[in-house]
């Protein structure tokens, strides 16, 4: 099994990486750390084949954080998972080493994918036999193109499950109310992706929409969880 510890500050969106991994064959998570003291140490302790790490911590930045592990005897393997989409951080992570750079929102399809790939590596690059050139080449070009039985797993709605329990982790209370800009803001989603999870929550029933009229402009479309039905 491959033991994953997960750096990441946001409890929900931790929740749904560790059950996310959790489901999948030869893997399973050994720890999650919220900061980055947490994650040094637990790094230490755990010794752990893949970590996921968040650049944005409470506490200090990913990227440092993978600087100080490259100086280590035995660096960790990571997948550098954020919001972060600026040339330089993703610049610095792939010199630093990474094994792949996932941005935020997660794509679990991708994040699939890229698991696939490092049980693939991890398979083939830990075993004693000697490695073809074409072995190496499928390898190291992997990350191109997501193998085809992986597109078989998208749904054919196009919502990816994980995605959308990001989009409902939002409304954590009964009276809270998103627009899809206001979503695609707290989320990263852009706003054309966000209004079409919105509205396949509506369709399923999980969310209700209504229009909020202002004073100047067009009317805004929001979304809230459905009201609880008065008591007879």
Known sequence: MISVLIVEDDVTIADLHSHFIGSLDHYRVVGVASTVKQAWVMQEALSPDLILLDHFLPDGKGINLLRQWRTLARMPNVVFVSAANDGKVIRDALSLGVFDYLIK?????????????????????????????????????????PPARLANRVPSNGVDPYTLDQVMACFRYATEEHSASTLAEQTGLSKTTARRYLDYAVRQGRLEAHLQHGSVGRPIRTYHRPYPSPSS
């Open 105 to 145: 929102p997660i794509n679990y399809q991708r994040l699939r994918h890229s698991l696939e790939r490092f049980h693939a590596y991890q398979h083939s690059l830990t075993g004693e036999q000697p490695i073809q050139q074409d072995q190496l080449d499928q390898l190291l070009t992997a990350g191109s193109q």
